[in-house]
């Protein structure tokens, strides 16, 4: 997706708190030195953390190459506005609607060697349960699936589904990868999704 799509008040409000905040937070990366994502593009891999964390890592992910899946609604056009001006590239759809071409896209992109970033629990939940639709990616694409956390020293917790997580101005951040998932270890998309799962608890 090329076209840039325009801020309403809401996205603008997010991008302008987020670009706020997010220059005075202080992170650290730590976990697996198999890949740093600030430095290793173009390996072909996915990226997943929970929905609660998408506006510390999107705001961390800025301009590193990854493409993310964003839900083709108008909370999905809104998530996509901001994307865009943090410089990530977007592949619109999800596994409950346009389902069978997100997979497409996303198994074209990951087998040319595009990283991209994708939610297991989003768009509408339930919070941090995993859906298959990464284990089909996953496995189709032969992409091993790095687990992501953002993990403040201080937060607010919305009051919403995800308990969507806004970390405190001025606050560490510790920036977790984990150890891959790999496809070729878990033939059974049930079994991957499972270790997923057991990846991505904190």
């Given at each position: ?7 309403d ?8 708190l ?6 005075t ?17 173009n ?13 510390p890592?999107?705001?961390l ?17 809104r ?8 410089n ?37 939940g ?10 089909q ?14 993990l ?5 917790r919305?009051?919403s589904?995800?308990?969507?997580m ?13 150890e ?5 270890r ?17």
């Amino acid at each position: 997706m090329n076209k840039k799509l325009p801020l309403d008040t809401i996205s603008a409000a997010i991008f302008l708190l987020g670009s706020l905040l997010g220059k005075t937070w202080r992170f650290q990366v730590t976990g697996t030195k198999l890949i740093n994502p600030f430095i290793d593009r173009n390996k072909g891999v996915i990226y997943c953390f929970w929905h609660s964390h998408i506006l510390p890592m999107s705001y961390l992910f800025r301009g590193i190459g990854v493409k993310a899946v964003v839900s083709d609604s108008s909370d999905g056009d809104r998530a996509t506005a901001v994307a865009q001006r943090w410089n990530h590239g977007v592949i619109r759809g999800s596994s409950s609607f346009h389902g069978i071409s997100v997979i497409r896209q996303c198994v074209r992109e990951l087998r040319k060697g595009q990283n991209i970033v994708l939610i297991p629990d989003g768009p509408r939940g339930p919070a941090e349960v995993v859906k298959p639709g990464i284990a089909q990616i996953a496995l189709l694409a032969n992409a091993p699936v790095y687990p992501v956390s953002a993990l403040p020293r201080a937060a607010w917790r919305l009051n919403s589904w995800d308990r969507f997580m806004v970390p405190y101005p001025f606050t560490s951040i510790n920036l977790r990868i984990g150890e891959p998932v790999l496809p070729d270890r878990y033939p059974s998309a049930v079994d991957f999704t499972a270790e997923l799962q057991r990846a991505l608890v904190q």
